[in-house]
């Protein structure tokens, strides 16, 4: 596939970190995101229903962040990865406008089947605490079998 | 009123679990996977019209609103804690997928921001026009009283 280099099983470390990636959530990205024909929390748009909630502006949708979660593993495995499984925990509110930084680090290898099978542990950081934690599965052919 | 000492879940509320909705038909729209992939700077070669596949994160925007009405009403307040997304196959764009969920669990947390809240998890299978399984997201969400949140939470 060109334009996405192709990374196979034994490429791979154990304790390797991905490298960080910066994103600005703001509300029109968030409204956006879900479409603008499409209803969705107030309090994604409107930085006062936000702030009538208890939070300090507009949310983030968690939805957002899980896609762009899915997205940064799904780049990092290259043009043979393929993502099978994203499990995100909300721990705490983000606010449209500050940046997000997306970390992620592998944290198991195995072979299941024959299939290469990578376990990542990825979060976003707002003034570096984490607001969502997310464990992340990865599928990647071992060499041998992909050529 | 603090917190209650003993669970507020009753068996009819226990009775709802594994009870289910659905089957919702929906579509992975060329618009929406276009639209979304310029909103996230995407250019991951594999996604797109021209391949006719769609990235898997477009589950986002095509999955369905929480079945509020699979979950017993237990405490004021709600808001999603989790999700996990499985996915068998890539989705391919233009394709019809129908999701039925189901409530899977209800259970009650102690501790935490609001002292007792309760969990619900939701089960939604999306398959295609051959009944194949595409793609699972299993959403918990939390039950609670704003009026017991505390000051420092647990998190």
Known sequence: ?147 | MGSPEQSLITEEHRAAIGRTAGPVELRVRAEDVQRVRAILDDDDPRYGEETGIAPPYILAVIEPAMPWQLLPRILPSGILTQTEWTFRRPLRIGERIFATHRLADIRDRLGGQYGYSVIMNVMTEYRDEAGELVATSLRTSMQFDPAQRRERGSE
């Open chain 1, 1 to 147: 596939m060109s334009g996405l280099p192709a990374k196979y099983f034994e490429d791979i470390t154990v304790g390797e970190e991905l490298e960080p990636l910066e994103r600005l959530p703001t509300e029109d990205l968030a409204v956006d995101f879900f479409g603008r024909d499409n209803p969705t929390n107030p309090a994604f748009r409107d930085a006062e229903v936000g702030r009538r909630q208890g939070f300090g502006g507009a949310l983030v949708p968690g939805l957002l962040k899980l896609a762009w979660i899915t997205q940064y593993v799904s780049r990092w495995a290259g043009a043979n990865g393929r993502v099978r499984m994203v499990r995100a925990a909300y721990r705490r509110p983000d606010i449209a406008g500050r940046p997000l930084t997306i970390v992620g680090r592998v944290v198991d290898k195995r072979i299941e089947d024959g299939v290469g099978v990578v376990d990542l542990e990825v979060a976003t950081l707002a003034n570096g605490q984490p607001s969502v934690h997310a464990t992340v599965q990865v599928e990647l052919p071992p060499r041998e079998r992909a050529e």
